[in-house]
């Protein structure tokens, strides 16, 4: 029903099956993921109502399972990417999983998926830093960015009369870094 | 030998192959589409010592096919996400498609494979803007975006014995710059 990519990796489109509406692939060496794709191998719709929430786990420093929803798929939106590096230091999330007891290993992480009436999927709300599905995102970030610098270097700025006398410290006129 | 997915919609495991060592994937309304994930199947390898390029094709107003080279899969690395929103500004490049005058509909773009001696795709060079694979190259992106930056501020740079009196203007230090 589910397939799971690393981007760089092979396909894998075989999870286990821990329970009759939950699925989890295993993610070794999973520091060095960056992206990952969950989709519907689109053999087997989700019955009539129903979506998969998608979890990201892995291990904590004692070994625990720290879970994060990622987000969904649906039988209109069968697939989706995710970014998962940058999650482990975030927190964990309440999970459906809870009572499995997933081994956990310390290189690897697992995707799980669960199979959930939309209404409560519509209720969840997964971790903001997973999503890679827009330019929107992307621009946001990179704007957010330059702000926090602008926002950062204008701290420093000085006018000058405020100067202290150093003819060789170079200076950028603030406006510039404005327009740029 | 190749599957193809766009974020949100159902992958496609059947390319149309338009030449023995060429795979063309149509891609519907493909203003709407942000990411593409191409990637193998797992069924076959690439023979030994070839691999496959990975472009992207959409019409121009004047319904001509533009072609650009988004990036690799290999044996190695048999999976990629690229981005392809915001590609259609860019000018199209060499490509090994030419003589097969794909039709073109206004709305339906393509990812076309084509398979090639390693040390020819070596000789490539992909469109930069469409990378989306590794925390590194985003990073390096982002680098390359501030060193962008400072080169442009630092040629405003002045010292204060170069600057005209203008008691009002703020003016960041450049070594700010550079730290951050």
Redesign the interface.
């Known amino acids: 029903m589910f397939?799971c990519?690393?981007?760089?990796?092979?396909?894998q489109a075989a999870p286990q099956q821990v329970a009759e509406d939950k699925f989890v692939f295993d993610l070794p060496d999973y520091e060095n993921i960056?992206?990952v794709?969950v989709?519907?191998?689109?053999t087997i719709p989700f019955p009539d109502g129903m979506g998969g929430s998608v979890y990201f786990c892995y291990p904590d420093q004692n070994g625990m399972a720290v879970w994060q929803l990622l987000g969904f798929v649906t039988n209109e939106?069968?697939?989706?990417?995710f970014k998962i590096?940058?999650l482990k230091s975030g927190k964990g999330s309440q999970h459906p999983f809870g009572a499995m007891n997933l081994p956990q290993t310390p290189t690897v992480a697992q995707i799980g998926i669960s199979v959930e009436l939309l209404e409560s999927l519509a209720q969840q709300t997964p971790v903001a830093s997973a999503a890679?599905?827009?330019?929107d995102s992307?621009t946001e970030f990179?704007q957010k960015?330059l702000d926090n610098?602008y926002n950062?270097?204008?701290s420093?700025?000085?006018?000058?009369?405020q100067?202290t006398?150093?003819?060789?410290?170079?200076?950028?006129?603030?406006?510039?870094?404005l327009k740029?």
């Open positions: 397939g990519l690393v981007a760089g990796r092979l396909v960056n992206h794709v989709f519907m191998l689109g939106k069968p697939s989706a990417i590096s940058g890679v599905s827009s330019v992307f990179t960015m610098f950062f270097a204008s420093f700025a000085v006018t000058q009369a100067m006398p150093n003819p060789s410290e170079a200076f950028i006129p603030a406006n510039v870094v740029w």
